[in-house]
């Protein structure tokens, strides 16, 4: 019996190893495809894709507006992935080589899937973290209101174009009133989701876009912002929230301090070369403040004008001080240089969260002040022939 009860032991042994082996390569491939606390791994699925072709993940440049990649990597088999560390939930894109368009979803620490069909990446199935699960559900419900809006569209083209013929005012108002009702569904929506998730990263996005209504509800963003998690708050878009709203309701008590009658404010802000100037020294007979940056194309357009004038009136009094909302300091240099202006230039680096703009409750540029000799603002937001205009008149005084 000593022989079979041997053979016994021994394929028990054997068989043992086996599993200890097996359970071994089951952890090692589990730790392979599970991120850990302070990292994500991004696997990705798409069909009908060559083995070599790229995909690159992308990220908005806070600055520039423009997109800027941030990792890339191969396909193979129709798979992906992306390894890496996220400080703080944002907003990222995927753009897969030959495919057109590019895929949004929330970049945050932990396990993301992607299921992208290369026909039609909106149809795109991204899950596995909580803030990418709510931006799915999210624009799954503001895609039905959005198929109702396309449909009434459709249903009422026709009548919308022949009342638009006929000037038939009634009509056109109806249907502008039925369609309407879908805006005030989407804000519905908006609002209810604000009210029951405040954790999620896609509130203050919701919140941020209530900023770029014609007049903004303040008291509802602050209601809003108020409700949110400190863990959203913390995050670049929550502290964002919370200067915006700052800048609309400290501005009250300087709207007046600003306005044409008033002295205006003084001011200091750091020159091109490190130097620090202020509007005091820079008062002339007539001053120009002049709000402008180097990416705002319609303050671009103005400058060969506003070169041309003080050229030709700088030595009868003109000075101009311009306060540029720009971040990046080598584009602001840049475009000095290019745009020759050689009178003042200062700037906080910080666009809209500049002090100076704050305190002169700047909410777009171009936009400028013209001071008599006193630095009393006697006009505003005047630019071309209207601008010279005034400064001759001054001048002329």
């Not at 791994?41 to 894709?49: D, R």
């Not at 405040?198 to 209504?213: R, S, V």
Request: a positive charge; glycine letters at 6%; proline letters at 4%.
């Amino acid at each position: 019996m000593k022989p079979m009860i041997h053979d016994y032991q021994k394929n028990v042994f054997t068989m043992n190893k086996k599993i200890v082996l097996l359970l071994s390569l089951v952890v090692v491939l589990l730790s392979c495809n599970k991120a850990g606390d302070n990292e994500y791994i991004i696997t990705g699925t798409i069909k009908g894709i060559d083995n070599g072709k790229t995909v690159t993940l992308e990220v908005q440049d806070q600055v520039t507006g423009q997109l800027k990649p941030i990792d890339t990597v191969k396909i193979e088999n129709g798979k992906f992935t992306f390894k890496g560390s996220a400080k703080e939930p944002e907003m990222h894109l995927v753009q897969v080589e030959t495919v057109e368009g590019k895929v949004p979803f929330i970049l945050e620490n932990g396990d993301i899937e992607m299921v992208i069909n290369k026909d039609s990446v909106s149809i795109t199935k991204v899950s596995g973290t909580y803030n990418n699960e709510e931006l799915t559900s999210y624009k799954e419900n503001g895609m039905k209101i959005q198929k109702k809006m396309m449909k009434f569209q459709k249903d009422n083209m026709a009548k919308m174009t022949q009342a638009q013929q006929k000037n038939d005012t009634v009509v056109m108002n109806g249907l502008r009133k039925e369609y309407s009702k879908f805006q005030e569904e989407f804000a519905t929506q908006s609002e209810e989701y604000l009210n029951t998730h405040p954790k999620a990263f896609i509130a203050a996005l919701i919140i941020e876009g209530m900023f770029n209504q014609m007049v903004p509800d303040v008291s509802k963003i602050k209601k809003y912002y108020t409700a949110l998690d400190k863990s959203i708050k913390d995050t670049k878009h929550g502290k964002n929230i919370k200067t915006k709203l700052d800048q609309l309701t400290k501005p009250v008590a300087a709207v007046g301090a600003t306005e044409v009658g008033s002295i205006a404010p003084d001011f200091i802000a750091p020159s091109p070369t490190g130097k620090s100037i202020s509007l005091k020294e820079s008062l002339g007979k007539v001053t120009i403040i002049d709000f402008w940056a180097s990416w705002c194309a319609p303050c671009r357009a103005e400058n060969p004008a506003n070169v041309a004038m003080y050229n030709e009136l700088h030595a009868k009094g003109l000075n101009i001080i311009g306060v540029s909302l720009d971040k990046d300091a080598a584009k602001w240099k840049e475009a000095i240089a290019k745009d020759k202006l050689t009178w003042n230039q200062i700037s906080n680096l910080k666009e809209f969260d500049d002090p100076i703009a704050s305190t002169y409750n700047i909410k777009q540029i171009p936009s400028t002040l013209v001071l008599d000799a006193s630095g009393k603002i006697v006009a505003k937001d005047l630019r071309g022939a209207e601008l010279k205009a005034k400064v001759v008149e001054l001048l002329g005084k």
